[in-house]
């Protein structure tokens, strides 16, 4: 196994395009977390699945931003219109229930000019 | 609620020091406490683990003890090596599904 996986590693992008993100768990993890970093703070959550389940939402997370995760596999995360303050490190991580511990992908690095 | 409170960096020692990064936390019920290091332009890599009171992780000559009466969760390792250098976060689950992440401590270790 290669561990979690996430595509593309950089995106740049115009303010008020969409993107997409994809993250691809360890094979076996049925929970799967989104987070967002920011230069010089720690992971900040976003949002988590188990299975194909979306069970929690943080407030930070607006309507512009969505996750699915279809079929309980690979998820993706989708920005709608985005602004100057997305610009940030988009994290997955995975785990198995009751295991505690996540692994983290390398991140995606989004730049909005 | 739960929260992380980490020590401030950045920490800058040398070779073959002392390291002690400081982290205490806020939870309800019985939380698993973890150690993070994040290397330049990668994602978080799991460094050590506690699940319970007075547990002790320990990893690549780090070491953290989970101490209930204190909520601290201290990490130490006895000699610093250059590859050391990082960012390193305190991490806390507590029975709810999230990970919460202190802000983070820079370590640079010179030769």
């Known amino acids: 196994d290669t561990g979690v996986s996430q595509n593309p590693r950089h995106k740049i992008t115009k303010r008020g395009q969409n993107v997409t993100f994809r993250c691809d768990p360890i094979?076996?993890?049925?929970?799967l977390y989104w987070y967002r970093q920011t230069l010089g703070q720690g992971p900040e959550f976003l949002t988590y699945f188990q299975n194909e389940a979306q069970l929690e939402k943080s407030r930070l997370l607006s309507d512009r931003f969505s996750a699915e995760r279809p079929k309980g596999s690979f998820s993706t995360l989708e920005i709608q219109r985005t602004e100057q303050g997305d610009s940030a490190m988009y994290l997955c991580a995975s785990s198995l229930s009751g295991q505690g511990e996540a692994f983290f992908g390398q991140g995606t690095r989004l730049t909005v000019v | 609620g739960d929260s992380v409170t980490q020590m401030e960096g950045p920490v800058t020692l040398s070779e073959e020091a002392f390291l002690t990064i400081n982290c205490t936390y806020t939870?309800?019920?019985?939380?698993?406490l973890f150690w993070y290091v994040q290397y330049p332009g990668e994602g978080l890599q799991l460094l050590l683990k506690a699940t319970k009171a007075d547990d002790k992780g320990s990893n690549k000559g780090f070491e953290a003890t989970y101490r209930k009466e204190t909520t601290s969760f201290h990490l130490e390792k006895g000699s610093v090596q250059v590859s050391d250098s990082a960012v390193y976060f305190c991490?806390?689950?507590?029975?709810?599904?999230?990970?919460?992440f202190g802000t983070g401590t820079s370590l640079t270790v010179i030769p």
């Open positions: 991490a806390l689950k507590p029975t709810g599904n999230q990970f919460y």
């Open positions: 094979s076996e993890h049925n929970r």
């Open positions: 939870a309800t019920g019985y939380p698993s």
